[in-house]
Each structure stands twice: as structure tokens, then as C-alpha cells.
């Protein structure tokens, strides 16, 4: 059934790591990816595996799900790495044949490039492991609010994300009825060649933009009805506050950078 | 007071129509020359078949379109002025048919504090309002839930609580119930009278359901535009021909009575419910 889906990844736990303030986990997760870039050293790539993993064992969240999120990228990684063992060069010549080489820093590299991009993935899926879709995209709002002064509609939007994430279980309702709809009617949708596939989507797509857009007029007069006046004197229920947690994460996220930039002069 | 006040409202919108290959734009009356006087706390009813106009009333009585002649009045507000917009929406809620396309947000708690957040009200007084809206809803403990998971008629009284949180004087209702199976109607319009009833706030019903504008204070029946009966319901049924004439049905123990009449048998004509009608069969049968 494509109706029964839950939106995002969300793994709903009580950790300290979901009480997290959105912005303070958004600022974190970004300045973490550029930390990445910043290891030159494989002792630089342990101490962020363990740091990730102590948060990922704070966090409560099974780390299957974090592999869950690496699967569909395990052909990028191996293509990366393959690359890099090819074409760095440098160091000692392990295996030559034909017109490729393989050297050790080519290795060395192809290594540090697959830890780098499964850092980075994990790292990140912890955000939306441990966010609501809602709380996200209040914290991103709240970040982007400094930039509407340059003209970044930042309202707009969260209100915009919100509404596709309120409408997705919707539209999926409304696919699956036409697609049985059409099906009722002796449409066929699974063999033939992708062309007729292809072509075979065309009576699902088009009652499903008619009525997207049925619906988006009827929202709109709702949400006028309703005193929405795009993000102007607006309040809102949740307010977010930066919580002694978060502090605490603060500091220790400073602590986590220090050591990254120590070792980038040392090492 | 008067809550709602419609003088000699008119509404035209110009449609093409295509005539001989030829397009040909024609002015349509939606609205045909109003007059509606609505007291605050009661609870009325506009019938009228598809078509008919009684949606675009509605949108009238909400500033979201404005009378091309004539004038309308919510409140003490003139909706033609712009700046009361917020004041005419605020004291004028309004639900709408489909429950699917009136919901805002991903959480029941933060739909219905969308209205409140409009307005600018305090987050602790939101907060407060919302569990006090979903009380009123019969929907306490709800908070939390999606309202994609929950039934018709349990969405359509989370969109009533995201109107009740901005505390409103009055409420359209556009046909709320013409998407519900019977459990959800029934939930509905127990909600709307008691609403009605023990807060003391003005519904306008809008509904081709017979049944459901028996149970108001007074029935107004637009046909093509144009206020064509109006009265209590036992006024407004009873007249079973001219409610025929203009599409619509009355309550089927009103045709029975109105099909026994005509048999000669002496009874009410303006029977409504089913009691009335064991009632009145009832003292037939002891006057024989």
C-alpha cells in the first residue's frame, strides 16, 4: 500500500539529543559536514568516528537506521573510491597493469574519501533521525528569518514545506484511487515496453494535477478565511528556547572544533 | 443584535461562454438583490439547490468576495472596507465542505493554533485556547495526532476547533457534512447546535440536507440567486409544492403527511420529525 507511509525518517525517542533546540541541531549538523573537510589524518577520521559514535549512542536511535540511510549511496562510495585508487597518485607503486596503477597515497585517499562521504551521511541522517519535519522546518524558518531583510521569503518557505509535508499523505490517497480508478477501467500499468509505461501514466497524472490544483484554491480560501496574512505580525504556539541542553552541546560542539583545528596544525 | 446584516446584495461575475465557435463573455447574477437580517446567537439555515448561490452567501459573509451592489454587514463591519478584513474574518469563522483541503498544518495542535497565530495572540493564550477549542469539538486528547489519520467527521471538527480558537461571534457553515458518511454528519451537527446552544455562537448553515435545516431557528431558500421563501422550518416545509419547484425536497415524514392529505386523511401538514408524525397518526387513530 503506497497510502500507509510515514513521512521523513523520524525515530520518536525521549534523548537528549531529540529535546534539542532545531536551530542549535541545524547549525551544528552544517559546521559538522565542514569539519569533515577539515581532516587530513587518519587519527583525525577515529577521533570523529568516536565522537559520532558516543552521539549516536546518546541519541537512542538503533544504528541500523543509520545504515538504512547508506544503502542507496553504497554505489557512489565505491565508485569515489575507485576513482581516487586510480587516478592519485603518489607514494610508493603497489600493482600496475595495463596502463593503471595503484600507489599508496591513491589508497590512502580512496579511504579517507569513503569515510569522509559515510560521515557525512551519517552525521546528517542523525538530524532528521531525531527531528520532527515540523521542528525542522521551524528551525530552518527561524535561521532564515535574518535573511528576509535581504529578501529571502523565509515565511513562505516553511509554509510552503509544511503544506507539501501536510499534503503528501493526501495526494498518495488520491494516486492510489486513481490508479484503481483507472485500472476498474482496464488501464494497464505494468507490461509493455517504458514507452507504454511511460505513456500509461498520463490518464494518473493529469486528474491528479487537476485536483492538486482544485485543492490548493481551496486551501488558499481557507487559510484567507482563517486571517493568514503571509508572516506578518504572526505569533506562534511552540515557541523554540534554547534550554540548558543546548548550551551543553554548545560547548561540547566548541570543544569537537578546537580538536579538529589542532589537529589540522599539528598533525 | 444583529450579527449579519445583507442589503440588497447583488453579485455578478462575467463568464465566457462559447457560442457558435465564438466566445461570448455574459454576466451572470450569483446574488440576486439580498436582504438577509441575522440575529445574534441563532441558528439559521440556507437551503438551495447546486448552483443556486448559497456558496457564494457564504463567501460574502467572510470578506473573501464583496458585493458588486449592495451592501453586507458583519458585526457593525462594512466588508467592503478593507482595513476590517481581519475584524470581519475574526468574528466570522467559517468551515468548509471538504475537510482534506481546510487543514493546514501536520499536527492537530498546530492547525488549529494556525488561526490564532494570524491574529497575533499570545503563545500561552494560543496554547490555552487550542485545548479549550478541542474540548468544545468533543476531540480532547487529540493534540497530537495527524489529522490524515483521522476520520471525515473527526477532521471536519478539528477545522470547527481551528475556527473556535480565534473565538468567533458567528460560523459559516458551507455544506460540512456533503463529504461525511452518517456518523460524521451526525457528529457535526450535534457539534454546530451545541455550540449554538451553550456557547451562544451564531451559525449559518449552509446545506441542501433537508434534515439538517429542519433543526434551525429559521430557514432562508435561495433559488437563482434570489431569497425565494423564508421562515421557520414548519412554514417553509409545509409549502411542499413550491420547495419542489425550486429542486429541493422536504423531510421525507413531511412528503408522507403532504401525500396523506392529499389522500383526504386529516393531518398536519407541517409535520417535521418522526415523533411528530407517530404523534399525529397516533391521535388519528384514537378519533376513529
Same mark, same amino acid.
Do not use: C
Given at each position: 500500500m503506497i497510502t500507509d507511509i510515514t513521512i521523513g525518517q523520524y525515530f520518536p525517542s525521549d534523548s537528549p539529543l531529540h529535546r534539542l533546540d532545531a536551530r542549535v541541531k541545524l547549525v551544528i549538523t552544517l559546521l559538522?559536514?565542514?569539519?569533515?573537510f577539515l581532516i587530513k589524518s587518519f587519527i583525525g577520521y577515529a577521533f570523529v568516528i568516536i565522537a559520532l559514535a558516543i552521539v549516536i549512542k546518546v541519541s537512542k536511535v538503533p544504528f541500523k537506521f543509520?545504515?538504512?540511510?547508506?544503502?542507496?549511496?553504497?554505489?557512489?562510495?565505491?565508485?569515489?573510491?575507485?576513482?581516487?585508487?586510480?587516478?592519485v597518485k603518489g607514494g610508493e607503486t603497489l600493482v600496475t597493469f595495463w596502463k593503471l596503477s595503484i600507489t599508496t597515497e591513491g589508497v590512502f585517499f580512496a579511504i579517507k574519501m569513503a569515510l569522509r562521504i559515510i560521515l557525512l551521511i551519517i552525521g546528517s541522517s542523525l538530524l532528521t533521525l531525531t527531528t520532527t519535519p515540523i521542528k525542522l522546518t521551524d528551525g530552518i524558518e527561524a535561521l532564515l528569518k535574518p535573511l528576509s531583510k535581504i529578501g529571502v521569503?523565509?515565511?513562505?518557505?516553511?509554509?510552503?514545506m509544511t503544506i507539501a509535508l501536510r499534503f503528501i499523505p493526501t495526494l498518495l490517497d488520491e494516486t492510489d484511487k486513481i490508479i484503481k480508478a483507472q485500472q476498474a477501467r482496464g488501464a494497464d500499468f505494468d507490461t509493455g515496453r517504458l514507452r507504454d509505461k511511460a505513456r500509461a501514466l498520463v490518464p494518473i497524472l493529469v486528474p491528479l494535477f487537476i485536483s492538486a490544483f482544485r485543492r490548493a484554491d481551496e486551501l488558499a480560501m481557507a487559510m484567507e478565511s482563517r486571517c493568514y496574512n503571509g508572516g506578518a505580525n504572526r505569533t506562534r504556539m511552540n515557541v523554540m528556547k534554547v534550554t540548558s541542553i543546548d548550551y551543553t552541546a554548545i560547548i561540547l560542539f566548541v570543544?569537537?572544533?578546537?580538536?579538529?583545528i589542532a589537529m589540522r596544525i599539528i598533525l | 443584535m444583529k450579527i449579519v446584516r445583507a442589503e440588497n446584495v447583488?453579485?455578478?461575475?462575467t463568464k465566457v461562454v462559447e457560442i457558435q465557435g465564438e466566445n461570448v463573455e455574459r454576466k451572470l447574477m450569483a446574488l440576486d438583490n439580498i436582504n438577509i437580517d441575522i440575529e445574534e446567537g441563532s441558528f439559521i439555515a440556507v437551503l438551495g439547490h447546486n448552483g443556486s448561490g448559497k456558496s457564494t452567501f457564504a463567501?460574502?459573509?467572510n470578506a473573501l468576495i464583496t458585493p458588486s451592489s449592495g451592501t453586507v454587514w458583519v458585526d457593525g463591519y462594512d466588508t467592503k472596507d478593507d482595513e476590517q478584513v481581519w475584524n470581519i474574518r475574526q468574528s466570522a469563522g467559517m468551515v468548509f465542505q471538504n475537510p482534506d483541503n481546510q487543514l493546514v498544518a501536520t499536527i492537530v495542535e498546530e492547525d488549529i493554533a494556525f488561526g490564532p497565530e494570524n491574529l497575533g495572540v499570545e503563545p500561552a493564550e494560543i496554547r490555552k485556547r487550542v485545548d479549550s477549542a478541542l474540548q $468544545?469539538?468533543?476531540?480532547? @486528547?487529540?493534540?497530537?495526532n495527524e489529522p490524515s489519520k483521522l476520520s471525515g467527521g473527526q477532521k471536519q471538527r478539528i477545522a470547527i476547533a481551528g475556527i473556535l480558537a480565534m473565538q468567533p461571534k458567528c460560523i459559516v457553515f458551507d455544506e460540512p457534512t456533503a $463529504?461525511?458518511?452518517?456518523? @460524521?454528519?451526525?457528529d457535526v451537527m450535534e457539534t454546530a447546535h451545541r455550540l449554538n446552544k451553550e456557547n451562544g455562537i451564531t451559525i449559518i448553515l449552509i446545506t441542501h440536507y433537508m434534515d439538517e435545516a429542519a433543526t434551525a431557528d429559521k430557514v432562508y431558500v435561495i433559488d437563482d440567486g434570489k431569497i425565494v421563501l423564508s421562515g421557520v422550518p414548519k412554514e417553509v416545509f409545509s409549502q411542499v409544492d413550491k420547495m419542489k419547484g425550486f429542486g429541493l425536497d422536504v423531510p421525507q415524514v413531511t412528503e408522507t403527511a403532504y401525500n396523506l392529505r392529499k389522500l383526504g386523511i386529516d393531518i398536519p401538514k407541517d409535520i417535521l420529525t418522526v415523533d411528530e408524525m407517530v404523534g399525529a397518526i397516533c391521535r388519528l387513530k384514537s378519533n376513529i
Open positions: 559538522y559536514i565542514v569539519s569533515l543509520m545504515v538504512k540511510g547508506l544503502k542507496s549511496l553504497v554505489f557512489i562510495i565505491i565508485f569515489t573510491a575507485l576513482i581516487n585508487v586510480f587516478t521569503p523565509a515565511h513562505d518557505i516553511a509554509m510552503m570543544v569537537y572544533w578546537v580538536v579538529i | 447583488s453579485y455578478e461575475y463567501k460574502h459573509i $468544545m469539538v468533543g476531540m480532547d @486528547g487529540y493534540q497530537k $463529504m461525511l458518511d452518517p456518523a @460524521g454528519r451526525k
